[in-house]
């Protein structure tokens, strides 16, 4: 068992030592990534010599000095600089000014002159400034040296990161240990007082998506404080030994300068982001108060301009989406990074995206647009486009959709709509319904007032067919073999699968009523002329169940007697 725990531990302390030095070189390449435009803008004549004593930056020589470039008073100044470590003294530093100089001093000893020159141009340090952080450079790196040649100081900085990796360890068990628990102690309480509004249909919606937030939210905070700790252990690791220690102090002047730099930007930006706030919040207000207004005019509890309920959710839709982007174009200039040239190219990118990918889907809310106002379908209508016939249940800003009442629904795309012909069956209805048609091809030797009456007497016998207006029989079509017979009614239901079912009750009724009467329901067709003229002889042209004028006069009068 304590072999099992201490090959686990063992591989976990390799694990972070791996990412201790994986964020080392990244570090390591973000500080030459930002030293690159720096370099880059700098003229190529420029002598820059920098001294570097044991990874530590002491000066940068940029002048020269009477006969001797700047790397060459690098040079000799590293020269005089390891010579005098390797002698015995205090490791006293101090400043001495020398003509137009300062002169830096180790125990006594001239090492190097600091010249204005060596001032970087973006920077107004003076001479004095220069040199006296030089001195103290200088004599961290004389201690550092020290150090180096001493066996115990490196054994003790040994121990002291083993003891780092130890706590390193601990801190992390004990941050995931309390993410644990804190995860498991909101959710706990959250499922605590879900229970009491079980029957809350937002409740039951909304509990799963805050239990999965909150879990992703401990994770998070569990891997970024993990990180902070990585790198505090890898800064403190590198600053115990003297050859390193030059990079650890880097580590935290950089941690802490960014640290400081975000917290000052976050500082800044709350005047911006607090007008923002404001905007986007009046916009929120407004776009509310156009909701409940339109809301009123579609239920018909308040009378706007040309607006009704057929145009009022569209016209909601653009004020709301014109609020939107108007509190977007004020809020811009207020958002965090609006002004800086990295949220400028974002935009310009996006813009592109959009311009190039959005052409049909502009041009799929335009058709919508158009067949909204134009009054080409609305809501609970029967329409037919091209082989799609349904009710209109939704009008939308890319999609029109028909349900058919038989379990399936069409999407039509808004431009395929308005470039089809479409044809409306519920125009002509007075109030809830649709016009319904069914035709039937018969023979030219069956009476057609005979099928007149058929038709008729099938469309009587369904109870979901109006009576007013009254249905009625068309001859749309003299075919060489056929007559084509078309039934129109109207049927006074409003549901798509009610209208399926009327439609079906229609067609099984003229089946029965032509079946009773003898009348076959068949199209004929011919290779060669047939024996007997397919003509109705005229004492055969008020076949039952058609009745003559003076016979269906009778019959009414007879009906409005009674």
């Keep these: 068992m304590a072999h099992s725990i201490s090959t686990a531990l063992t591989s976990r302390v390799a694990t972070w030592l791996r990412l201790m030095f994986g964020l080392l070189i990244l570090f390591s390449l973000a500080q030459a990534a930002g030293a690159e435009p720096a370099a880059a803008s700098a003229p190529e004549t420029a ?30 100044a590293r020269m005089r600089i390891l010579k005098a470590f390797e002698e015995s003294g205090e490791g006293w530093t101090s400043v001495r000014p020398q003509g137009a100089g300062v002169q830096v001093e180790l125990d006594g000893k001239p090492l190097f002159e600091v010249l204005p020159g060596d001032a970087a141009q973006s920077t107004e340090t003076s001479v004095e400034q220069m040199a006296n952080s030089a001195s103290h450079a200088l004599q961290k790196a004389w201690a550092e040296a020290r150090e180096r040649r001493d066996p115990r100081a490196t054994l003790g900085a040994m121990l002291r990161v083993a003891l780092a990796l130890v706590a390193l360890a601990v801190v992390l068990l004990a941050v995931w240990r309390a993410a644990r628990w804190v995860r498991d102690a ?26 999965g937030t909150i879990s992703r939210s401990c994770v998070l905070l569990g891997w970024l404080l993990s990180l902070l700790a990585l790198f505090m252990c890898l800064a403190y690791s590198l600053d115990q030994f003297a050859i390193t220690r030059a990079l650890g102090e880097g580590l935290f002047h950089a941690f802490f300068d960014l640290l400081l730099e975000g917290l000052a930007s976050v500082a800044s930006a709350l005047p911006g982001l607090f007008f923002a706030v404001l905007i986007f919040l009046a916009a929120w207000v407004g776009t509310q108060v156009s909701t409940e207004v339109f809301n009123h005019v579609a239920s018909g509890r308040l009378k706007l301009g040309m607006l009704d309920s057929h145009t009022a959710p569209a016209t909601r839709r653009i004020v709301n989406a014109c609020m939107w982007l108007f509190a977007l174009a004020m809020a811009y200039p207020y958002l965090p990074g609006a002004q800086s040239e990295a949220f400028k ?15 049909g889907l502009v041009g799929q809310i335009a058709s919508g647009v158009i067949l909204v106002y134009t009054r080409a379908l609305s809501l609970g209508e029967y329409v ?28 039509l795309p808004n ?58 029989v068309v001859q749309s079509g003299l075919s060489d073999f056929y007559v084509v017979y078309k039934l129109v009614v109207y049927v006074a239901v409003g549901s798509p699968s009610q209208r399926a079912q009327a439609a079906s009750a229609l067609n099984a009724s003229i089946q029965d009523m032509f079946n009773r ?30 009745r003559r004028p003076d016979e269906a006069q ?6 409005n007697r009674n």
């Design 415 to 472: 431009t395929l709509v308005l470039s089809n012909v479409t044809r409306n069956f519920s125009r002509e209805a007075q109030g809830p319904g649709h016009v319904l048609e069914t035709a039937v091809t018969i023979g030219y030797d069956t009476p057609w007032r005979q099928v007149h009456a058929l038709l008729l007497g099938a469309a009587e016998s369904v109870a979901d067919i109006a009576r007013q207006p009254a249905p009625y």
């Design 47 to 76: 002598d820059i010599a920098p001294l570097v004593i044991g990874h530590r930056p002491i000066h940068t020589f940029r002048v020269p000095l009477g006969a001797f470039t700047a790397s060459e008073r690098a040079e000799g």
């Design 186 to 211: 909101v959710t706990g309480a959250l499922l605590t007082r879900a229970q009491f509004l079980a029957d809350a249909t937002l409740a039951t919606r909304i509990t799963p998506i805050f239990l």
């Design 554 to 559: 009778v019959a009414t009068g007879a009906r």
């Design 345 to 359: 190219g974002l935009s310009v990118i996006l813009g592109i995206m959009v311009s190039i990918g959005a052409s």
């Design 517 to 546: 009467y003898g009348v076959q329901i068949m199209s004929p067709g011919y290779y060669e002329d047939p024996a007997h003229p397919k003509v109705v002889p005229e004492d055969q042209w008020y076949a039952a169940p058609a």
């Design 384 to 411: 037919s486009v091209q082989d799609c016939e349904g009710t209109v249940t939704e009008i939308g800003l890319f999609v029109t959709r028909l349900r058919t009442g038989l379990g399936s629904e069409y999407a």
